[in-house]
Each structure stands twice: as structure tokens, then as C-alpha cells.
């Protein structure tokens, strides 16, 4: 078998279907499970409530606990207004690079698991092997939250996963989360002449973006010793306050949508436990003292927690010694590595390509690159028998 090769094929494949978030999966997703299902892996799709989204989910192997997953999504991000100088969905080689919407972001690895499994499949697997593929992973990771309660529910309990973001083959053991919300508050309106007769919506919701800026402050001193990220500690960013029609109107409606990076999962719900106190004992009993409906709600746009560094990680250890690395890193962008952590996984994020070429127009992967990820994916043979 030439891995090299039938990785190529299959990436060229996987490039030809246009999986953006905002369009189903489904081809891509079926195209895989018959290449796993035609090397006798047990293959398993499951689909979102909608029907026109799916995650795989298929093992090698005895089924047992203490398998390992090797883990990507399946969707891609849009293309328009990308000045491309060929076909996104139609891969290219060029210079030893190949060329695609997707081809380190993050189909490359996904050809290279795929392209592995024939040969796995041929031995005497003492360990189960998963492949995991989701959906939605760059609007919110709404698969990977949904494949894990898959799993929980079916008491599939994997011990190992490798996420394979394009991380240029270095091992990555911590990353921040990304929570996104979105505040509405409802007030009363009225004439400006009479404040008092009305809810200002707008300036309660500048009273809770101080109320960020206090917590955002109060988060520097709650940094882990030793933290590895930049900035060390999690962090709260406003990005916009909208509300009002006019000078002279009481604005009865606003909205503030704002983000947290934590850097723990407990500093998330520091924030939101304090965030729910000063609402429901400050802001809202002043708001309803003058109008009964007035109020504020919390819209989550997504919640997507990061990964931890562990002083005991599997993962960490079994991929270093897989591609001989000394050490591993931690990066600011997000994944879904967080979420195969809280199934009680040891996860490391390991891939081919780099960051950098993601999301960008002429994305590509390098040859060698995919070289370095088949000797890692090779190796692991051993670790399953």
C-alpha cells in the first residue's frame, strides 16, 4: 500500500465536496463510511435533528473501552470573496503542495486516518482505533457537543484522542475556550423630557458592560501559576453595545454581544455565576420597579470549552513518542479537543499543514507535511497490538 499516495487520492476527494458549514455534509460523510465499511470497520452515522447533518463515528478493532480516536471535521468555511487562483474544490499540486479549500483545514488529516485504516484493519488489533468526523465544528463545534453525547449515551468510552487541526506536527496539550453570548435587555420606552417614567435599556446595558470590565479585571489574579498562555489569565472582550432610535427616545431595547477565552473552566462559571447575581439582585429589581416586564436575557451563541493542560496526559506522552517531539505547546486558537476532554479523554491536538494557510484563499498543505503525519499515524500501529 502506498499510504503517500491513496492519501492523495482520497484528499482530492474529500476537496471536491463543498462542505461548507452552511451546507450539508452528507456526501462527504457517506464517501467516508464506505471507504471504513469496505475495510471492515463497524461504521456508525448519526444525523442533527435537521437530517442534512451527520457525524461518523467507526471502530476497528474489539470493542472495548480504551480505545484511541482519531478525530477531524468534516465542514469548511466559505470561499466567497476569496480571490483563489484555482478551483477551491478541486486540489491542486504545486511546488509540493496541494492546493484546496480544506486541505489543511481540515480534510488532509481526515485523508491521511482514512488512508491508514486498510492497515490497521489487517492486524491483530488488541486496542479499538476510532475514527470521529463531525459537522459544524467552525460555527460552534455543534457536532463534537453532539458526538459526545452520543457517546456518553451509548457508554463508548475512548481513552485516547488526537484531534488533527493543522498544527505543523507539533503537539498541542492546552488551547483557551470560547464563549459567545449575546445580552438582550427590554426596558420601557418614552419621551427623553421624562427619564424616570421610562426603562433605559441602553444604560443598563452599560451598566453590565462595567460590570465585564470589573470581572475582566478581576480575572488577571485568578491566572493558574505557571500559566503557558498569552495573556496568561482568561479574558473578556465587549465587541459591540447596539441599542436606541433617537436623542430624544428612552431606548426600550438593547443588546451587548461579548466573548470570554477561559483559560480554566472554572473561571466560565466565576463569570457567569457573577454576572446572574448582579442581574437578578441589582439590575433587574431597579428595571422592574418601574415596568413589571421589563428584563434581561442571555443568548449563548456558543459555548466551547478548552482544552487544559494535564501533568498526566496519555495523549501527550503517546504522541510524542510517535513523532519523537521533547515537549508540547499551547495555542490561542480553539478546538474541539475540550469536548473529547470532558468524555474523561486524554487529548492532544496534532496535524499537518499550518494555522496560518486556514480560512485563507490558495489554503494548502505541504507533502512533507503530510509525509511527517503518515510516519505518525504508521507508528501508532504498534500501539494497537
Known amino acids: 500500500m502506498n499510504a503517500l499516495a491513496d492519501t492523495k487520492t482520497l484528499l482530492g476527494e474529500l476537496i471536491g465536496f463543498p462542505s461548507v458549514s452552511s451546507d450539508s455534509n452528507l456526501d462527504m460523510i457517506q464517501h467516508l463510511a464506505e471507504r471504513l465499511a469496505d475495510c471492515g470497520a463497524e461504521v456508525e452515522i448519526w444525523h442533527d435533528e435537521t437530517g442534512t447533518k451527520a457525524n461518523l463515528f467507526a471502530t476497528l478493532g474489539p470493542k472495548r473501552d480504551g480505545g484511541i480516536v482519531l478525530s477531524g471535521h468534516s465542514d469548511v468555511v466559505p470561499v466567497t470573496d476569496q480571490d483563489w487562483a484555482s478551483d477551491p474544490f478541486s486540489m491542486t499540486e504545486q511546488d509540493g503542495k496541494w492546493f484546496g479549500r480544506g486541505t489543511c483545514d481540515m480534510k488532509g488529516f481526515i485523508a491521511a486516518a482514512v488512508a491508514m485504516a486498510p492497515r490497521y484493519a489487517e492486524l491483530d488489533l488488541q486496542r479499538p482505533v476510532h475514527f470521529a468526523f463531525t459537522y459544524d465544528e467552525e460555527?460552534?463545534?455543534?457536532?463534537?457537543?453532539?458526538?459526545?453525547?452520543?457517546?456518553?449515551?451509548?457508554?463508548?468510552?475512548?481513552?485516547?484522542?488526537?484531534?488533527?487541526?493543522?498544527?505543523?506536527?507539533?503537539?498541542?496539550?492546552?488551547?483557551?475556550?470560547?464563549?459567545?453570548?449575546?445580552?438582550?435587555?427590554?426596558?420601557?420606552?418614552?419621551?427623553?423630557?421624562?427619564?424616570?417614567?421610562?426603562?433605559?435599556?441602553?444604560?443598563?446595558?452599560?451598566?453590565?458592560?462595567?460590570?465585564?470590565?470589573?470581572?475582566?479585571?478581576?480575572?488577571?489574579?485568578?491566572?493558574?501559576?505557571?500559566?503557558?498562555?498569552?495573556?496568561?489569565?482568561?479574558?473578556?472582550?465587549?465587541?459591540?453595545?447596539?441599542?436606541?432610535?433617537?436623542?430624544?427616545?428612552?431606548?426600550?431595547?438593547?443588546?451587548?454581544?461579548?466573548?470570554?477565552?477561559?483559560?480554566?473552566?472554572?473561571?466560565?462559571?466565576?463569570?457567569?455565576?457573577?454576572?446572574?447575581?448582579?442581574?437578578?439582585?441589582?439590575?433587574?429589581?431597579?428595571?422592574?420597579?418601574?415596568?413589571?416586564?421589563?428584563?434581561?436575557?442571555?443568548?449563548?451563541?456558543?459555548?466551547?470549552?478548552?482544552?487544559?493542560?494535564?501533568?498526566?496526559?496519555?495523549?501527550?506522552?503517546?504522541?510524542?513518542?510517535?513523532?519523537?517531539?521533547?515537549?508540547?505547546?499551547?495555542?490561542?486558537?480553539?478546538?474541539?479537543?475540550?469536548?473529547f476532554q470532558g468524555l474523561g479523554m486524554s487529548v492532544v491536538v496534532c496535524g499537518p499543514g499550518s494555522i496560518d494557510q486556514a480560512h485563507k484563499p490558495d489554503e494548502f498543505v505541504s507533502v512533507d507535511q503530510m509525509e511527517q503525519c503518515l510516519d505518525m499515524l504508521t507508528r501508532l500501529s504498534a500501539k494497537l497490538i
Open 139 to 339: 460555527i460552534g463545534c455543534f457536532g463534537a457537543r453532539a458526538l459526545a453525547n452520543t457517546l456518553r449515551e451509548k457508554g463508548i468510552k475512548p481513552a485516547v484522542a488526537i484531534i488533527g487541526e493543522p498544527t505543523s506536527m507539533r503537539i498541542i496539550e492546552g488551547h483557551k475556550g470560547c464563549y459567545e453570548y449575546t445580552t438582550h435587555f427590554t426596558g420601557l420606552e418614552g419621551h427623553g423630557s421624562g427619564p424616570d417614567r421610562g426603562v433605559n435599556a441602553v444604560e443598563y446595558a452599560v451598566r453590565y458592560v462595567s460590570k465585564l470590565i470589573e470581572l475582566k479585571t478581576d480575572l488577571r489574579s485568578r491566572a493558574p501559576e505557571g500559566s503557558r498562555f498569552e495573556p496568561p489569565w482568561t479574558t473578556i472582550n465587549t465587541g459591540a453595545l447596539v441599542g436606541g432610535v433617537a436623542h430624544n427616545v428612552i431606548p426600550g431595547k438593547a443588546r451587548v454581544e461579548w466573548e470570554m477565552r477561559p483559560v480554566q473552566k472554572s473561571d466560565a462559571d466565576y463569570v457567569k455565576e457573577e454576572l446572574h447575581q448582579f442581574c437578578a439582585h441589582t439590575l433587574i429589581p431597579a428595571m422592574q420597579a418601574v415596568h413589571p416586564k421589563a428584563g434581561i436575557e442571555t443568548e449563548v451563541i456558543g459555548e466551547v470549552d478548552g482544552l487544559e493542560p494535564m501533568t498526566e496526559n496519555e495523549a501527550r506522552d503517546l504522541v510524542m513518542e510517535l513523532t519523537g517531539a521533547n515537549g508540547a505547546d499551547v495555542v490561542p486558537f480553539g478546538t474541539e479537543a475540550g469536548i
